[in-house]
Each structure stands twice: as C-alpha cells, then as structure tokens.
C-alpha cells in the first residue's frame, strides 16, 4: 500500500473513535470509518508480473484504453495511448519500459475531465521520457483530472528504471498517455482495461530499436 493509504486512514479512524467518545454515540463514527476504508482501498499497491520479453512497452498505469492515435510532432509521427484512470482504479504508475530518464518536466495547467481529449495538453502533468538501452524513447505523461489534484513522480533525470517499476502515482481520477514510436506494432485497443506494468501495450520489431 502506498503510505498516503495508512495517512488516510489512521486519521479518518482517529476520527471516529473522536467522535464516538465525544458524542457517547457509536454511529458518529460510522462515516469516518468508511472514509478510512475506502482510503486504504484506493491507496492499494498490488504486486505486477512484469513481462520479461525483449522489445516489450508495458502500461504505465490501470485503466480504459480511450485512444490509440497518430500525432504529428517535430521529431516525426508518434502513436498515442490514452489510458483513464478512475477512483476505482489503481493509481500507482510504473515505468513503460527499462532505460534511463532522459527528461523529466512538470507543466501547470487546468483540471478538465480526464475523459476530454483537450486535457492532454492543457491539464496539470508531469511528463517523463525513458531511452531505453536499444535505443528506444517512450515518453508517458501523468494528467490530473477533474479530481486529481496531485501528482507523484519520484525520480530525476538521469535515473535508471526497471520495466514495470513504480515511478509515483496521481491521487484519484485521471489519465495517463503513453507515446511511443511510430513502428511501434500495437497490443491493444480502444475499449480494452490495461493493468500497470503487466499489461503489454506495444511491441518494438528488432530492426527498430536503433
């Protein structure tokens, strides 16, 4: 469980037995205690089967796939993976793929709903880019949403991450969007629910990874 978990929770229970004892009534302490159980449930951090396979993108993060596109950017055609993430959803990230971070960049910005396409550009984010050892740059963004109102991200530039590794997390609900290279062959599609680290999201062809 991420630490926020036991935060929550331990202090919405000290807020029940306040309430308990302070009104002489069990029941003011009812709501407190839910609260504190759906806190350490939503803060849950479950143990992913990482693929070991070469040339493997995983998913950063749990969720519906809403997008799988081509962008134009000045470094050439990119794909695109939009991934929302819900309050039922987990909401640990991990890294799509195993390299080094060569930028990492936070931008301010709105809390549009994480379900609304313009909110990948114009929403609070933390951007992340990851050149793995072949060669290959995945870039993965974390997008507040309506309700997010945080974002973690735990590492600089320059650091090494595994595949699947967590990187941080956004509290509740929100999006995460994966580009990768244009050659990338796609393990996914819209409509489907992807899990951190386990889920395959792309595969790099061998002749590619240059």
């Known amino acids: 469980m991420v630490r926020d978990g036991y935060i929550y929770g331990i202090s919405f229970l000290a807020v029940a037995v306040g309430l308990a004892w302070a009104t002489g009534h069990w029941a003011w302490g009812i709501f407190p205690v839910l609260l504190a159980a759906f806190f350490l449930w939503f803060f849950r951090d479950p143990e992913r089967k990482v693929p070991l396979e070469p040339g493997l993108i995983v998913s950063p ?123 990338a062959e796609l393990r996914v599609k819209v409509g489907e629910r992807v899990q951190g680290g386990a889920t395959v999201l792309a595969f790099m062809p061998e002749r590619d990874r240059s």
């Open 61 to 183: 993060g749990d969720g519906l796939v809403t997008e799988a596109a081509v962008l134009a950017t000045p470094e050439g055609p990119r794909q695109r993976i939009s991934i929302f993430l819900s309050v039922f959803n987990v909401h640990v990230n991990r890294s799509p793929i195993a390299g080094v971070l060569t930028s990492v960049r936070y931008q301010k910005g709105q809390y549009l709903n994480a379900m609304n396409p313009a909110s990948a550009d114009r929403n609070e984010q933390s951007i992340a880019t990851v050149r793995g050892e072949d060669g290959v740059e995945v870039t993965f963004k974390q997008i507040a949403g309506l309700l997010a109102r945080r974002i973690v991200f735990n590492f600089r530039e320059g650091d090494s991450l595994a595949r699947g590794q967590r990187v941080g997390l956004i509290k509740f609900g929100s999006r995460v969007d994966v580009l990768l290279p244009a050659e």
